[in-house]
């Protein structure tokens, strides 16, 4: 199988994004800069929405005839651009279920894909604005 129209279509996506630098974010444990080892440890934040946000979402999603996903990823890219103090070139990688045709909803096995999803935001845009983008 020829790749090479997909290997294009990646690297015109991601031309330009340093992939070498990782974002700089606020982390509640320091690293020395001479030991960029990751530790493996983890945690989870979970976040509870009440009822009064989550039908706040959902009618911003249905008034401007988003998916769920699209608005939840543009809520994220706008807390990394604040959290990062402002940098505009964004990566996330995100999984797909790949399981689009009714006959694989339940056979068991491995279909995920994992896929890159980036934004260069304008500071200067509006929430709804990057809502477009996105």
């Known amino acids: 199988m020829d790749m090479s129209v997909s290997r294009r279509f990646w690297h015109s ?13 606020p982390v509640d444990q ?13 945690s989870i934040a ?5 009822d009064e946000i989550c039908a706040s979402f959902l009618n911003y999603a249905s008034s401007h005839h988003l998916t769920l996903f ?11 651009f604040k959290l990062s103090h402002g940098e505009t070139d964004l990566c996330i990688g995100s999984v797909n279920a790949n399981r689009y045709r009714s006959e694989l909803v339940n056979m068991i096995g491995m279909f ?4 890159p999803y980036r934004v260069e935001i304008d500071p200067n845009w509006s929430f709804d604005e990057v809502v477009k983008y996105v």
């Open 13 to 25: 996506q991601l031309e330009g994004y340093n992939t070498e630098c990782s974002l700089s974010l």
């Open 112 to 115: 995920v894909s994992t896929l």
């Open 70 to 80: 699209q608005l939840g990823l543009s809520v994220f890219y706008v807390f990394l």
């Open 46 to 50: 979970e976040i509870i929405f009440d």
């Open 30 to 42: 320091q690293h020395s800069s001479t030991n960029q080892q990751r530790s493996g440890l983890a």
